[in-house]
């Protein structure tokens, strides 16, 4: 088994409940398109965020560790891999119509990772006898499967020891000051009216508000990858066999849900039925 | 006593008036022991768990009301929570909308041009001959016309739905769980609130004027309130399946339509249409509606 664990910030620019799935802008929920930032497209960018938010975390989802027979491997090709969700990801619970709240499925599901000239890709189908059945139609036993393990739940120490975040209202603080410093140093009247904004939201201090409590919220998932699989090492860097017939067990969690820059962390493993070569 | 309270110069005053009210009702009730404040069991309100929500979530507080203290404290979060103010100089959402009012009127005195508003038009309604209020503007392109019905279609079935929810009695916990599931987040996030934003969108006649239309919440008075429980069920299940079949039809209707307009509405409504089909077999599977109509197929077979 090759086993590879991940983990980086990853951007999902969305509307918020009670706002619809829909929403361009953010109106009635705790997430906003600021002045001079395009619409809302709800897609879940592991790198290449659009319309970075200064002063947030730094996006880029990447293979932090790799594993073969319980053994670490500090040269194999894709440590610091980047992974990647293919085709336009988003989180599909809408508005409860398709599961409870933050439960719903993260459709389409393909999963790249990707580096030194070695590109592993696994689509994930979310109802394998009929793929290109629409979302809506699905059972919901199949939208189970690849949802959310349960609601949000609050766990401080998981997303303190992954993001070093420890005190929600001192690192929203701590980003307040820097905006307002950037404020008092510009003239452009859209920067402005987006600084402002966004520090008229992280004035918000109550330990109750969503803004607040979705830095220490995570969901988790846990789902075996079954549908096509492409293998592309033309250099025979991965010096084994790679078997795409068995599914691949994959396990991660999203949490630590930053609404002023629109991002949250991502750690999970995935594991891969591996054969090396013989003379490995 | 004159039982017409004073003119309140807030709306935070007005209910502290009313929190006195019911002080001095309940002051007159215990002097004469004619009998208790609060009628009705405290159970049958609606409080945060039948929405499902912690205390607070999104805002929403709600608490029974079954005393004075209780009652007292309702309003002390209505004041509270509404920020209303009881001095008229306070900040409110009413002073900041009039804030607003003023910028507004700023940013046009100089720049005559600036629009913020779609054009929509005053009162739209579909059944003018129907119409209590002079100034009303009929809906007449064929295709909003469609999306007018169908929004105030979806506005019936969500009143009947809330009425049902919050008359709640001896209802099953389950069912009652089930409703709340399409009645609030569904029916209000997915469904009115989009399709009333994108007939803000539309051509609201079928001619040169460049005026929207806008949700007419055109309701009939006599909404049907079945008195049997399993039967509203299978009611409002079907109001939800007509729903999603108008919505359907709608988007092809869309399709033949060449006008600007269609572009920012014919996504919102490809959505809208798979959260009604959704909906609708949410609901039948959370009312356990399948397995009746199979019990009254067996019944009549046997």
Sequence with gaps: ?280 | ENPVPDQAATVGMLYQTIKQGFERVSAMFHRDKSGVLFIGPSEAQTVNRHLGLPQGHFDINLLAVHDLLSAGMAIDHIIEAGALPLDPDNVSHATRFVQILAEFEDMRRHHPDFEPARPVAANPVTRPALGMIADVTPVTHPVTLHAVTLFNLAYETMLLMLTRFYAHADDPPDELEGLMKIAFFPMMTAVIRPLGESLTYMRIQDHASRATAGPSFECGSDLPLHPARRSAWTLLYERLQTMAASCRNLCRQIEAVREPWVEKVRPRLALLQENLERMASNFERHMHLRREYVELLLRRVL
């Design chain 1, 1 to 280: 088994m090759l086993l590879l664990n991940f983990a980086g910030w990853f951007q999902a620019r969305l509307a918020t409940d009670p706002d619809p799935t829909d929403e361009p802008r953010g109106v009635s929920g705790f997430t906003f398109a600021l002045a001079g930032e395009p619409d809302f497209d709800r897609v879940i960018r592991f790198h290449h965020p659009v319309a970075p938010r200064s002063h947030g975390p730094q996006v880029g989802v990447f293979v932090t560790s790799v594993s073969m027979a319980g053994q670490e491997v500090f040269d194999h090709p894709l440590l610091r891999a980047s992974a990647h969700l293919l085709g336009d990801a988003k989180f599909e619970s809408r508005n409860y119509v398709v599961r409870d709240g933050s439960m719903g499925p993260i459709d389409p599901f393909h999963l790249q990772i990707c580096g030194h000239e070695v590109i592993l890709r696994r689509k994930d189908l979310l109802y394998p006898d009929d793929p290109d059945l629409k979302l809506h139609l699905v059972p919901p036993a199949f939208l189970a499967r690849r949802g959310s393990l349960m609601p949000m739940m609050v766990d401080r120490i998981r997303i303190a020891d992954a993001t070093g975040i420890t005190d929600p209202i001192a690192y929203r603080q701590k980003r307040r000051e820097l905006l307002q410093a950037d404020l008092q140093q510009t003239a452009d009247p859209v920067m402005q009216a987006a600084l402002a904004k966004r520090i008229r939201e992280l004035d918000i201090t109550d330990p109750r508000k969503l803004q607040i409590l979705t830095l220490s919220y995570y969901n988790e998932y846990r789902f075996d990858l079954n549908g096509p699989a492409e293998i592309i090492d033309p250099h025979n860097r991965l010096r084994g066999i790679v078997d795409t017939a068995q599914d691949w067990p994959l396990a991660f969690w999203m949490g630590g849900w930053d609404s002023d820059a629109l991002c949250a962390y991502v750690r999970g493993m995935l594991t891969i039925p591996f054969t090396p070569f013989a003379s490995d």
